[in-house]
């Protein structure tokens, strides 16, 4: 019976790790692909990017800095927080060298169907409440974008303030770190790592108050 047993958790093994080395590739391609897709929806035409690896409150943040015939016109910063109701959401934000807030693409996140999955629409509160403007413009709490909830100015989705406190909390990230590589601010608990350029490709279960 060990042996049955060992045998069958064996092959079950061999099964799984099969399966994963099949599925490692597309997934990455996908990740890929979505991460273009993303950058060319929160940036003007570009042609080149140049990233920058930050990390903010032990995160990983990366900045891209796209260029359009060696001038520079936008800054994407791929951030993200650990706070939402159903786990941790990933955000590219698109700013313009002025510091005007683009758009904002939602790369990942598990929040409830229907309530704090909402923040991945277009023209939802959240992205309605920053886009065209300058995030130094807004009614800040100390010195950081909040919900209206919380004294900021940011409109929260409906019965979903987990969910939109955890996006806020992400464009407060993306936006020190922007700050960091575009003006040399170095915010606190910031630190940099190394530089590469790139060429783009063609890329709550209930309430939750």
Do not use: C, H
Request: a negative charge.
């Amino acid at each position: 019976m060990t042996a049955v047993l060992f045998g069958i958790t064996l092959i079950a093994s061999a099964g799984v790790g099969v399966v994963n080395m099949i599925t490692l590739d597309p997934i990455a391609q996908a990740e890929a692909a979505a991460k273009t897709e993303a950058l060319n929806g929160v940036l003007p035409e570009f042609d080149a990017t140049e990233t920058d690896f930050l990390t903010i409150d032990e995160m990983p943040i990366a900045v891209y800095t796209a260029t359009r015939e060696g001038e520079r016109v936008g800054y994407a910063v791929e951030t993200m927080s650990k706070q939402g109701f159903g786990g941790a959401i990933n955000l590219m934000v698109g700013f313009t060298p002025a510091g005007e807030v683009i758009n904002v693409s939602v790369l990942k996140q598990t929040e409830t169907p229907g309530l704090g999955t909402k923040m991945a629409e277009a023209e939802n509160p959240l992205i309605e409440s920053i886009k065209g403007r300058k995030l130094e413009e807004k009614k800040l709490v100390n010195g950081k974008l909040a919900v209206t909830k919380d004294g900021g100015d940011v409109d929260a989705l409906t019965a979903a303030t987990i969910s939109s406190r955890a996006y806020v909390d992400a464009i407060n990230r993306a936006w020190m770190a922007f700050r960091r590589i575009a003006i040399g601010e170095m915010p606190t608990d910031t630190a940099s790592g190394a530089t590469q350029t790139n060429e783009p490709a063609a890329q709550e279960g209930g309430r939750n108050e």
